[in-house]
Nanobody, 124 residues
Framework: QVQVVESGGGLVQAGGSLRLSCAAS????????VGWFRQASGMEREFVSA????????FYADSVKGRFTISRDNGKNTVYLQMNSLIPEDTAVYYC?????????????????WGQGTQVTVSS
C-alpha cells in the first residue's frame, strides 16, 4: 500500500507561482509513476503532469508545458509540481496519484493510489 498526501495549494494572483508537494509513505516510489491531475468545478478530471520515478522521464499536458515543472526527491519520497505563470484557468483541485510505471501516465485508470487533493485558486 502507498499513501500519498498533497500539500502546497492556496490562493495566488495571476502570474504568480505555487509549489505542490506529494509525499508518499508505505513504499518507496522507485517502481511507480506519479502523476498530477486536476479537476475544476463542473469539469472532468484532467491530466497535468507525471514522472516515471526510475527513469525520471517527465510528461506534461500541453496546457501547462513551459509553465509547470515536475520533479522528485528520492530521499524524501516526494514529488513536486512547480507551477509558474499561473492563470485563472489553472484553478482546480489538484490530485497526486501513484501507479504502475508501465501504464499510460496520461490515463487516470493507470493510477491506483490517490491523495485527497489540494485546492489551487488563481485570481485575475
Amino acid at each position: 500500500q502507498v499513501q500519498v498526501v498533497e500539500s502546497g495549494g492556496g490562493l495566488v494572483q495571476a502570474g504568480g507561482s505555487l509549489r505542490l508537494s506529494c509525499a508518499a509513505s508505505g513504499r518507496t516510489l522507485s517502481s511507480y509513476a506519479v502523476g498530477w491531475f486536476r479537476q475544476a468545478s463542473g469539469m472532468e478530471r484532467e491530466f497535468v503532469s507525471a514522472i516515471r520515478w526510475s527513469s525520471g522521464s517527465t510528461f506534461y499536458a500541453d496546457s501547462v508545458k513551459g509553465r509547470f515543472t515536475i520533479s522528485r526527491d528520492n530521499g524524501k519520497n516526494t514529488v513536486y509540481l512547480q507551477m509558474n505563470s499561473l492563470i485563472p484557468e489553472d484553478t482546480a483541485v489538484y490530485y497526486c496519484a501513484a501507479g504502475s510505471s508501465f501504464g499510460s501516465v496520461y490515463r487516470a485508470s493507470t493510477y491506483v493510489y490517490w491523495g485527497q487533493g489540494t485546492q489551487v485558486t488563481v485570481s485575475s
